[in-house]
């Protein structure tokens, strides 16, 4: 709770009259805590972190808005020195939350500039030391800081770092940054240009970036350290429940306000932005290539004119792959990523397809004018085996390794048919198996054992089939086929 300004701004000495100076150039500051039902201590948290922010007190507001009216938050925002609202009508989710806390926020003083940090979330002390360079550019309606997410012993599948330390960087070089909710800050002139943050959506960090920038604002990402801290979801379903909501929000600004569409922003822009709604629609493509294998093996019906184009398509198909990984590699080492975190995405996209799926045709059913209601993913732990979350991906992996089997089983000579479509169903179950775990990550530890052994027991026994079915249909056979090179002799 300390007035000082802290010593890293770099205006020379600490004396009491460059603090009065530095303080006169400074922009005056409101952080927002939305509140929906977390517990306490998580407000608390959230709170606290605010207060410890390295920022003149008498330039900074800080206000906790409560869309549940908990009875116990008055009393404890009087007692933490900041600021309570609650509202009779909880409309528009947590945008509308937002928009009525800075209608409150600007009859306390009209901040400049506003920081949302979601409950139970935590910001680093000297994140204004390094976020105030770029307010002191007009052009900028918002910055969104680098964040790390924290797992508490849940063997969840994320892909965050990837994001963060790879893709948001490059798009902040091509001006397509976006705000991710928590820890963003937003130039309230901005905000009010636009009528306050988005509502149109199911939540509104993308959109409101998306729309800032089709009105010539623009967002820069601050990174290099994490400033922002936040518990990753605690189960599978709150995951597969958020990433939901995601979707619902990127397919509807996909199809109903198309970047291609708006003549307001450059190129590349557009393009950043489209990509997003192309990513989850690549699931519909790749969704038909990993049932392809069930019909080649159960239907017996090869897709090739010979038995030796099946193999021959490695000539081609494995330089693709090696350069895509490498690629891949390459950049990942230069953002100093784990190459896991990789591995973590695809995982993430596999187990997730049939929801991007099902989310894309919401979205058409619904329309425009119309949009799924949005519940505020929970951040309390849930016990049991989610077996419901995961039947659509638990009948494919399974059913995966009983097709591999029964390949093997018909034998039938056409080596190439089999070995290209087991392997597909062996690589796909591969990535998907870590999905399929983590859906008893919260159970008793003998049932999460068990489970675990036997997935990856399953999944063992289908790359021995694949080897029995090799060897028995004659590897060297299908080798001298693929390759063009005579191995017996």
Same mark, same amino acid.
């Given at each position: 709770?300390?007035?000082?300004?802290?010593?890293?701004?770099?205006?020379?000495?600490?004396? $009491?009259?460059? $603090?009065?100076?530095?303080?006169?150039?400074?922009? #005056?500051?409101?952080?927002?805590?939305? &509140?929906?039902?977390?517990?306490?201590?998580?407000?608390?948290?959230?709170?606290?972190?605010?207060?410890?922010?390295?920022?003149?007190?008498?330039?900074?507001?800080?206000?906790?808005?409560?869309? =549940?009216?908990?009875?116990?938050?008055?009393?404890?925002?009087?007692?933490?020195?900041?600021?309570?609202?609650?509202?009779?009508?909880?409309?528009?989710?947590?945008?509308?939350?937002?928009?009525?806390?800075?209608?409150?926020?600007?009859? /306390?003083?009209?901040?400049?500039?506003?920081?949302?940090?979601?409950?139970?979330?935590?910001?680093?002390?000297?994140?204004?030391?390094?976020?105030?360079?770029?307010?002191?550019?007009?052009?900028?309606?918002?910055?969104?800081?680098?964040?790390?997410?924290?797992?508490?012993?849940?063997?969840?599948?994320?892909?965050?770092?990837?994001?963060?330390?790879?893709?948001?960087? =490059?798009?902040?070089?091509?001006?397509?940054? +976006?705000?991710?909710?928590?820890?963003? +800050?937003?130039?309230? $002139?901005?905000?009010?240009?636009?009528?306050?943050?988005?509502?149109?959506?199911?939540?509104?960090?993308?959109?409101?970036?998306?729309?800032?920038?089709?009105?010539?604002? #623009?967002?820069?990402?601050?990174?290099?350290?994490?400033?922002?801290?936040?518990?990753?979801?605690?189960?599978?379903?709150?995951? &597969?429940?958020?990433?939901?909501?995601? /979707?619902?929000?990127?397919?509807?600004?996909?199809?109903?306000?198309?970047?291609?569409?708006? @003549?307001?922003?450059?190129?590349?822009?557009?393009?950043?932005?489209?990509?997003?709604?192309?990513?989850?629609?690549?699931?519909?493509?790749?969704?038909?290539? =990993?049932?392809?294998?069930?019909? !080649?093996?159960?239907?017996?019906?090869?897709?090739?004119?010979?038995?030796?184009?099946?193999?021959?398509?490695?000539?081609?198909?494995?330089?693709?792959?090696?350069? #895509?990984?490498?690629?891949?590699?390459?950049?990942?080492?230069?953002?100093?990523?784990?190459?896991?975190?990789?591995? #973590?995405?695809?995982?993430?996209? $596999?187990?997730?397809?049939?929801?991007?799926?099902?989310?894309?045709?919401?979205?058409?059913?619904?329309?425009?004018?119309?949009?799924?209601?949005?519940?505020?993913?929970?951040?309390?732990?849930?016990?049991?085996?989610?077996?419901?979350?995961? =039947? !659509?991906?638990?009948?494919?992996?399974?059913?995966? !390794?009983?097709?591999?089997?029964?390949?093997?089983?018909?034998?039938?000579?056409?080596?190439? /048919?089999?070995? /290209?479509?087991?392997?597909?169903? !062996?690589?796909?179950?591969?990535?998907?198996?870590?999905?399929?775990?983590?859906?008893?990550?919260?159970?008793?530890?003998?049932?999460?054992?068990?489970?675990?052994?036997?997935?990856?027991?399953?999944?063992?026994?289908?790359?021995?089939?694949?080897?029995?079915?090799?060897?028995?249909?004659?590897?060297? @056979?299908?080798?001298?086929?693929?390759?063009?090179?005579?191995?017996?002799?």
């Amino acid at each position: 709770k300390s007035n000082k300004v802290a010593p890293l701004f770099g205006f020379g000495e600490k004396t $009491e009259k460059n $603090e009065i100076i530095f303080s006169s150039c400074l922009p #005056r500051l409101g952080i927002i805590i939305p &509140v929906c039902g977390e517990p306490v201590d998580e407000v608390r948290k959230s709170v606290f972190s605010a207060l410890a922010i390295h920022y003149p007190r008498e330039l900074t507001c800080i206000i906790v808005t409560d869309d =549940r009216g908990n009875p116990n938050l008055p009393a404890l925002t009087r007692e933490w020195s900041v600021s309570y609202e609650t509202h009779p009508r909880h409309t528009e989710s947590k945008a509308g939350n937002l928009n009525r806390a800075l209608a409150k926020l600007k009859a /306390m003083g009209n901040p400049e500039w506003l920081l949302v940090l979601d409950s139970g979330d935590t910001i680093t002390p000297d994140v204004m030391e390094h976020a105030i360079p770029y307010m002191t550019d007009a052009k900028i309606g918002f910055m969104q800081v680098e964040r790390r997410l924290l797992f508490k012993d849940v063997e969840l599948p994320a892909d965050f770092r990837y994001f963060y330390e790879m893709i948001l960087p =490059r798009r902040d070089r091509f001006g397509s940054t +976006f705000a991710c909710g928590s820890g963003a +800050f937003w130039r309230t $002139e901005a905000i009010d240009a636009l009528g306050g943050f988005s509502t149109w959506n199911l939540v509104e960090d993308l959109t409101t970036s998306y729309f800032l920038q089709l009105r010539g604002w #623009r967002g820069r990402y601050i990174y290099g350290k994490p400033f922002h801290f936040a518990d990753y979801v605690l189960d599978l379903p709150a995951l &597969v429940k958020q990433r939901w909501q995601w /979707m619902i929000d990127t397919y509807r600004l996909f199809f109903w306000k198309n970047p291609f569409l708006q @003549k307001t922003i450059p190129l590349v822009v557009k393009w950043d932005y489209a990509e997003l709604g192309f990513s989850y629609l690549l699931s519909f493509p790749i969704l038909i290539l =990993r049932l392809m294998p069930f019909v !080649i093996i159960w239907w017996h019906h090869s897709l090739f004119y010979d038995n030796c184009f099946g193999l021959s398509y490695w000539h081609y198909f494995l330089p693709l792959m090696a350069a #895509r990984l490498l690629g891949e590699w390459i950049a990942l080492r230069h953002a100093n990523v784990p190459f896991r975190n990789w591995k #973590r995405q695809q995982t993430l996209f $596999e187990g997730l397809m049939p929801v991007y799926c099902i989310a894309a045709m919401q979205t058409l059913m619904y329309g425009p004018d119309r949009k799924p209601r949005y519940h505020v993913t929970g951040k309390v732990q849930k016990n049991g085996f989610f077996a419901k979350t995961i =039947r !659509i991906q638990c009948a494919w992996f399974f059913g995966a !390794i009983v097709t591999v089997w029964y390949g093997y089983y018909i034998g039938d000579g056409n080596v190439p /048919m089999f070995f /290209m479509s087991a392997f597909w169903l !062996i690589y796909s179950s591969w990535l998907l198996m870590p999905f399929i775990i983590c859906a008893a990550v919260t159970s008793s530890q003998i049932f999460y054992v068990l489970w675990k052994a036997t997935v990856i027991g399953a999944f063992s026994s289908s790359i021995c089939a694949l080897l029995l079915g090799l060897w028995k249909m004659n590897a060297i @056979k299908a080798i001298n086929c693929a390759t063009g090179f005579n191995f017996n002799s």
